[in-house]
């Protein structure tokens, strides 16, 4: 295709909004402001050791965040350039992100809008310092009605609301090309940013998922701590031809969900961060509210699924915003067979099952 005929984010977010003539053009504005903040983004990431942008924010307990987890520098820079493009526009009633212990009312010398914006500033901050792929994830929800007909400041309870409630989801990958990929609830766009112009171009059409893969991604080295399900999906994967599902698979793991969610959407796969037993006082390692949810969205706008293994990821209702969650996402077939190894009553089938007994290679 042309240069020319490649729509830009504006021109596509504008043809978007005209199936809907109701629209107030609020939403489309909200979206350039995060495709803004991603752009700054991206710009600090590629500076690297260049721009002193590598290593950890601080030495001591100010650089721990409310995850227990040391920020490095650019997950804070990211999340101010997130703040600061998005807390002016009139668009948003509050903000919620990894980096921040609480929710971010938008201060009163701006006009409150009627979205919540919820955000990874920087997904997979480990690769930050080995120039490794990564991302920044985002989810827009409405603010309830309670805040927008009192003007109050949003409280952490506003944002405690279903995936499936979520008006638009989307991500930035900063790899070899910077891309913004978005749904709106209308399938998924991906969008590549021309460093020429300086504008994200339609690259990817309605994204869809193989339903089957021959790839799954997985931190292997939790495997002592996993659920039963998991482990057996995994060893019938690693068993290849001459095992259950009778054929090879590859494996894959950079540690940047987000990395790994676009390589999905590319061309098919499955991603696993189960529920295990590593913390007892932690459901999962990933987050709710800003990495399954999103991700979730994308997953089944993209005729993929994702799931916390028991259940639909986007029908949990949260309890918390920084709340971790088992998450598992991708090719459909995939998705939902590990669900049913989860509903099947397991201990029992182990020793029946010689993969398990005799052969597995992930055995406590
Ligand atoms: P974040 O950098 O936002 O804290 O998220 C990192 C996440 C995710 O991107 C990745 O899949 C996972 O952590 C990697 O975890 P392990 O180091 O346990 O593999
Ligand atoms: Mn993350
Ligand atoms: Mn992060």
């Not at 929710?103 to 955000?119: A, R």
């Not at 701590?225 to 793991?253: H, I, S």
């Not at 189960?274 to 987050?287: E, H, M, V, Y």
Request: a negative charge.
């Amino acid at each position: 295709m042309p240069l020319s005929k490649r729509p830009t984010l504006t021109q596509f977010l504008i043809e978007q909004r005209r199936r809907y003539p109701t629209a107030t053009g609020d939403f489309n504005a909200l979206i350039l402001d995060v495709a803004l903040a991603c752009k700054a983004i991206a710009r600090s990431v590629s500076h690297g050791a260049l721009g002193d942008m590598l290593g950890n924010h601080g030495d001591d307990q100010a650089s721990i965040n409310v995850q227990g987890e040391t920020q490095k520098k650019l997950d804070v820079i990211s999340n101010d350039i997130f703040i600061k493009s998005n807390e002016w526009g009139g668009h948003l009633a509050g903000m919620a992100s990894e980096e921040m212990d609480g929710p971010y009312p938008i201060p009163k010398n701006y006009p409150q809008g009627k979205y919540l914006l919820v955000f990874d500033p920087l997904d997979g901050s480990s690769n930050i310092d080995v120039n490794v792929s990564i991302g920044t994830i985002f989810s827009v929800l409405r603010a309830p009605q309670s805040v927008i007909d009192a003007g109050r400041e949003v409280v952490s309870e506003d944002f405690l609301q279903p995936g499936a409630q979520q008006v638009a989801a989307g991500y930035a990958l900063y790899g070899p090309t910077t891309m913004l990929v978005l749904t709106v609830g209308t399938g998924v766009y991906g969008f590549t940013l021309d460093p020429n112009l300086g504008e994200f171009k339609l690259t990817h059409e309605k994204i869809q998922i193989p339903a089957d893969t021959q790839e799954f991604a997985i931190n292997a080295s939790n495997s002592r701590f996993w659920e039963q399900p998991v482990k057996r999906y995994v060893d019938e994967c690693l068993a290849g031809k001459t095992g259950p599902r009778a054929k090879d698979f590859n494996m894959r793991w950079i540690a940047s969900m987000v990395a790994e969610a676009h390589r999905i959407l590319m061309r098919g796969g499955v991603f696993l961060y189960p529920r295990d037993t590593k913390d007892p006082s932690k459901a999962g390692r990933l987050r709710l509210l800003y990495e399954a949810n999103p991700i979730g969205m994308i997953m089944e706008q993209a005729g993929g699924r994702a799931s916390t293994g028991r259940e639909a990821m986007l029908t949990v209702q949260p309890t918390e915003l920084h709340q971790r969650i088992g998450l598992v996402f991708g090719s459909k077939n995939e998705v939902e067979r590990i669900e049913r190894y989860h509903a099947e009553p397991s201990p029992a089938q182990d020793d029946a099952n010689p993969l398990f007994s005799e052969r597995s290679l992930f055995r406590d």
